[in-house]
């Protein structure tokens, strides 16, 4: 599973927590202010069309490293994706998702910063942890 937010809507030290070299970590005022300091532009909140055209962007995507994507969600804020396991480097998968998604939205009016650099991945190593995080994605693509 991989995830990945929008620019400036999900700062170190935000009250819902966030993922720092792998660990979850709980809100820090200090490193949110500090954080919020360094925008350089505005918040990035997709619209309905705007997830859309993400969505469909990374499907096709999906089509160059034959990786299957098992269930997606574009939020306004975030992006989850489960897919299958190939033999590419997860940073070079994710790196072309982001740039597929920007050049989608670039293409219908929306320019500038989109992503927030770096990205959350978690391994499922059974069908257990798979069936979970398929789960979680689809309760929360509603």
């Known amino acids: ?3 990945w937010t929008t ?3 999900w700062l170190q030290g935000d009250k819902r927590g966030f993922v720092k070299n792998g ?4 809100e820090n005022i200090a490193i949110k202010r500090d954080c919020e ?3 350089t532009g505005q918040a990035v909140r997709l619209r309905h069309r705007e997830k859309t055209i993400v969505r469909d962007a990374i499907l096709e995507a999906s089509k160059r490293f034959k990786q299957r994507i098992l269930t997606i969600a574009v939020y306004s804020n975030h992006v989850h994706i489960v897919c299958e396991y190939v033999d590419v480097p997860v940073s070079v998968i994710v ?3 982001k740039n597929a998604g920007r050049v989608a939205l670039r293409e219908n009016g929306l320019d500038g910063r989109i992503w927030t650099r770096g ?3 978690r391994f499922c190593f059974d069908g257990n942890s798979l ?12």
């Open 7 to 9: 620019y400036g809507t």
């Open 131 to 142: 069936a979970e995080r398929i789960k979680y994605v689809n309760e929360h693509n509603k």
């Open 95 to 97: 790196g072309y998702y």
């Open 1 to 3: 599973m991989i995830t």
């Open 119 to 121: 990205y959350d991945k």
């Open 23 to 26: 660990e979850t970590l709980g």
């Open 37 to 39: 300091k360094k925008m």
